[in-house]
């Protein structure tokens, strides 16, 4: 990696100089335009509005344009401003890291240790991790002032760019203000569902299928060429064959939701269970004997819901008939006279 921007975290009196790497990459499939007609590659240039010439990136300045007036700023007139010059990440304070709002945060950077000793920048690291604290920090880059969040990532020292305020938009959606009935069985239902989808998260469980789909395509069209079939390619989707989407209620779709996840993980722990036992359950065949009968349980069959509702009725009015009814009084036996002696 080449880094972008050399310079120190201050704060205090400590000075941890540092350089600054892009901390994320595209790997998205590069696509140009062309011409439809012909494929011939489609370019743009930068044209003067005034003379018609085709313009080098390096003769381009910059411009302040107010009604008929433009400034125009030169390369090391912007290189002068003293922000701009200005090689400190400054730390302006430490606030506690659930204070942040994810919303904020923007493009990250990797921040490496570029003095001769690293001792200050792993003392401003297991600072930040032992307080659980993050450090909101200021500096320019890229002719803007930045404000940005300073966090420890797997040991390394991580500033991320986050938005100003008055960058974040308001949601100001009607919708959101009218009055909505919930269900307790809505709520109880929908819980359930989140607990059936519950797990802990790991980025390299998700790949991009787009990309990939892309790609596909892409060798695909390579290998055919323009008789590409599409439908081969990929399959048919469901749009493609008119099927209608049913409008299901809330409640039936919370239970169906439920009773498929729960489904499929019983069908993940069998099939686990299943392999794991098959290789013991042969061993004990064989230890058995090839000779031995196997036993065939039937199946009794179980009585309908209704049936066995039926009887277990039938069976408690009898015990109460039986309870209530008045008990005959018996007498008790008459012991046999002695004979007198």
């Known amino acids: 990696m080449r880094a972008i921007w050399t310079g120190a975290i201050t704060f205090g009196l400590v000075n941890v100089p540092v350089k600054l790497f892009s901390a994320t990459e595209d790997h998205d499939v590069e696509l140009h335009q062309v011409h439809a007609r012909d494929g011939g590659r489609i370019r743009y240039q930068r044209r003067c509005e005034v003379c018609g010439e085709t313009v080098e990136y390096t003769d381009i300045n910059r411009a302040y344009v107010e009604d008929d007036e433009t400034v125009v700023l030169t390369k090391d007139e912007l290189d002068a401003i003293p922000q701009e010059r200005n090689r400190e990440i400054s730390v302006v304070e430490f606030v506690p890291t659930d204070q942040l709002d994810p919303i904020m945060f923007e493009k990250s950077y990797f921040l490496r240790p570029a ?3 690293s001792k200050a920048y792993v003392l401003l690291r ?24 300073l966090r420890v990532r797997d040991d390394v020292l991580v500033v991320q760019n986050l938005l100003w305020p008055d960058e974040v938009r ?54 055919e060429g323009d008789a590409l079939d599409t439908d081969a390619t990929f399959g048919a989707s469901e749009d493609d064959e008119g099927s209608d989407a049913e409008v299901i209620d809330l409640m039936a779709a919370l239970k169906e939701s ?32 090839g000779g ?22 039938t069976t408690a009015k009898k ?9 005959k009084r018996t007498s008790p036996r008459k012991s046999p006279k002695r004979d007198a002696a």
């Open 170 to 223: 308001e949601a100001d959606f009607p919708e959101l203000d009218e009055r909505v009935r919930i269900t307790a069985k809505e709520l109880q239902l929908s819980a359930a569902l989140v607990k059936s989808f519950s797990g802990d998260f790991d980025a390299t469980d998700f790949h991009d299928e787009y990309q990939e789909e892309l790609r596909k395509l892409v060798q695909a069209k390579l290998a």
């Open 126 to 149: 297991r600072t930040l991790e032992q307080t659980d604290r993050t450090a909101i920090v200021q500096f320019a880059l890229r002719q803007k002032t930045r404000i940005a969040a």
């Open 258 to 289: 439920v009773q498929r996840s729960r489904a499929s993980k019983k069908r993940g722990r069998g099939g686990a269970a299943g392999a794991k036992s098959s290789g013991g359950a042969a061993g004990a065949g064989a230890k058995a004997g």
């Open 319 to 327: 015990r109460t008939e039986r309870n209530s009814a008045p008990k």
């Open 115 to 117: 003095g001769k000793s």
């Open 292 to 313: 031995a009968k196997k036993t065939t349980r039937k199946a009794t069959p179980k009585r309908s819901e209704s049936k066995a509702t039926t009887g277990k009725q």
